[in-house]
């Protein structure tokens, strides 16, 4: 199967398309202004805009689906190379609690939100770890756990980039937030940071926010916001198999299937240790975390070709004033415990 796609047109034109995308998110993160949605998101939204020529699209529907699912596991995996767990270990037991807390506290709360609000399932678990652990990353890390067999391709996409389309919103909207309060907060710089790193959704919301107090507030604030990515793998799991347990079974061999081990998460946890432990120079791991969102930004700017725009205006409410909510609870709460305990 694999060998036949690689020899077909489609497939290379959609990797040439979706690369164009990738290499373009990651030129225009670097500008100002820009730098405030992160690259992922600026590839997924290059992928939307390729939909106004509709004949790109259909020559390369034969490559997108294996872009969107091999080269996000892919991307996934080389992003632990971002990971130092050493410095996480070093930024104390307070700064790992507090991520735990974040992250179970935003997850429990958004998807309580959007299952009140009438979001289905699917999207409300997308959403909440997109807002609760690193934005697009996580929202596209946990996805392949939730396996469904009454979804559509077409549905589960539509999931994604809408979650997806949440956690860009609420984070570039608290990232201006945060930054307008900061006089207001009467936080110190390592304070600010934490809150940054605590409070917003992508890491580029973070180190956009946690820049704005200075060198001091923007390691906080990456320290705090890699101590959520770090929760990563664990969540994925743990969703899957939450997921799975708590969903309708529709026959024998859905029932007898095995529950859901994110074999890329081990890469990941993997790509994490050996960039801690093993002689990697600096220049080397950059490089691994650019290929990092060089793939990733292929799938997502492979996933943006793909969406249904006008059903995700009819779905999009419910998330977005959800997440609204617990992105305010958030910011309000890891404020508090800043300044009480950082």
Known sequence: MMAQLVKTKSFWLAILTTLICSLGGLFLSKLPYLSLIGALVISLLLGMFLQVSPKVVAETKGGIGFISNKFLRLGIILLGFKLNLMTLINAGVKTITLAIVIVTFTICLTYYLCHKFGAEKELALLTACGCGICGAAAVMGVSPQLEDSDL?????????????????????????????????????????????????HEIAHAVATGGAGGSVSLQAALLMKLSRVLLLAPVALIVGIWY?????????????KKLPIPWFMGGFILASVAGTFLPFNQAMLDFLVQAAYLFLGMAMAALGMSVNFRVIAQRGRSVFAAAFISSTALLVLVTIVSKLFF
């Open 152 to 200: 559509s391709a077409e549905r589960k996409r539509e999931n994604e980039v809408l979650a997806v389309a949440v956690v860009c919103v609420m984070g570039t909207f608290f990232t201006l937030v945060e930054i307008f309060l900061k006089p207001l907060l009467g936080l110190d710089a390592t304070q600010f940071g934490t809150v940054a790193g605590g409070s917003l």
């Open 244 to 256: 799975q347990k708590t969903s309708k079974v529709t026959n024998q061999s859905q029932a007898k």
